[in-house]
């Protein structure tokens, strides 16, 4: 079986390093003249799978425009996984699930077991209640062949709160989180632990190039990362970098042609800025 | 409108201090002789609301357990909530949820607007991405009469990684939330912003006394949590707590009787080990 690490790493060196995020909010509904309710969700994200699926590595379903839908958006976010599946590009959904025991395995059934509904090539976890209580959604990827992606350094000027707090071994927190990554994939070039890392964080000293996973880097475009930005934060880790536009792509539609456009030429700008492994 | 925290405190006062988690584990559902699948986790957890409801003050589903059965349990989930509404009992949704800006607005809109097809009364969120970052959840409630418990200090071994590091401030990151919760609930004797706070984490100096909002406390029963325990870890802030048990009772089932029987069991005994407000 063929890891998530390397599945990525093949479709990113094939189409481009680019995530094209799934965030049917309310206001893009809108925006695109569709209902705020399940139909005009699904019209929206299946339009977003048919109009990219097959020209960017993955696409990141975001679960709470689907949830907020209750089980009509869930059943539209099992639909476009299995579209997502059909049409070539790795799914990576966004949940930031993270408990312990019993229920943080029932989360990694969830979303990384093969035949579950919302099975998933990858998915965002958060670590509050240690990195270590994530190990079975770890585990259970290790088998499957998917991927998971451990929040560490985020964009956010709340983040810092918690993240750069100093932890027992005299390690910022983010550094905590970035080290038992790069020990979960210890002897792998892609592993499959990967890391959400802002792409506006600027310098902060962690050292990412140790990880060999895929660091998700939300925050092009829309979020105001750029060129220098990404070298700022990845430094010598910038062929692990998978920057994630949603935003930005998703303002183009619902016109796929013009979706399609707007992905090639984002695609086409992070081509030129990060390394291809 | 009566802000969540005030209801509880009436809840509770009437039917004493107990939260009865509804897990339904599949091997649970093993247990109780029903099928591995979304009719086997309806009948397990409406069997649960229909035994307990009219006699314990709030009902904690477990998300987890219910998306591993995809949009078919999120539909059961729906109905456990809308149950627990016509029974009388507040529901706890245990999503522990956590992002930032438009998507921690979608997250709060799915599980405290009113209408929301997942409204609870109250739900968990997780604050790896800063306390700041939850304020949609926090707003919302405050202004639909619901409540949010913010993890704080959990009882997991590897919850200290992240939760004794120590923040800027100097004070531990567990000490930051519990802070910013006593803040948010201001002037509230009973406020909408409630902690998970172990009940087997031992004396940590944590002062909860200050947060005037509901402990929710795992870990009686099946975690190994007992009355001296508790009075360790929530000193002066006993009245506070909402003690919560699962498996415990859970493991008497399926018979109601013996369902209603452990659950009263416990409810005894709580009452004896924590103060009535």
Known sequence: MIGYGTRLAGLVAERGPLCVGIDPHPSVLGQWGLPVEARGLETCART????????????????????????????????????????????????KRGDIGSTMHAYAAAYLADGAPLAADAITISPYLGFGSLAPALDLAAQTGRGVYVLALTSN??????????????????????????????????????????????????????????????GIGAQGGGASGLAEVFGDA?????????????????????????????????RSMLPVR
Chains 1, 2 share one sequence.
Do not use: C, W
């Open 157 to 218: 000027p709340e983040g810092s709160q918690v993240q750069h707090a100093r932890a027992a071994s005299g390690r910022l927190v983010a550094e905590e989180i970035v080290a038992a990554a790069a020990a979960a994939n210890a002897g792998q070039t892609h592993g499959h632990v990967g890391l959400v890392v802002g792409a506006t964080i600027g310098r902060t000293g962690v050292r990412l190039d140790q990880v060999h996973g895929s660091l998700l880097a939300p």
């Open 48 to 95: 977003m799978v048919d109009a990219l699926a097959d020209l960017v590595p993955v696409m990141k379903p975001q679960s709470a425009f689907f949830e907020m839908h209750g089980s009509a958006g869930i059943a539209v976010l099992e639909r476009v996984l299995a579209d997502l599946r059909a049409a070539g590009a790795l799914s990576l959904l966004d949940v």
């Open 238 to 270: 910038l062929d692990y970098v998978l920057p994630a536009a949603s935003r930005e792509v998703m303002r183009a539609g619902p016109d796929p042609v013009r979706l399609r456009g707007q992905a090639e030429r984002i695609l086409g700008q992070m």
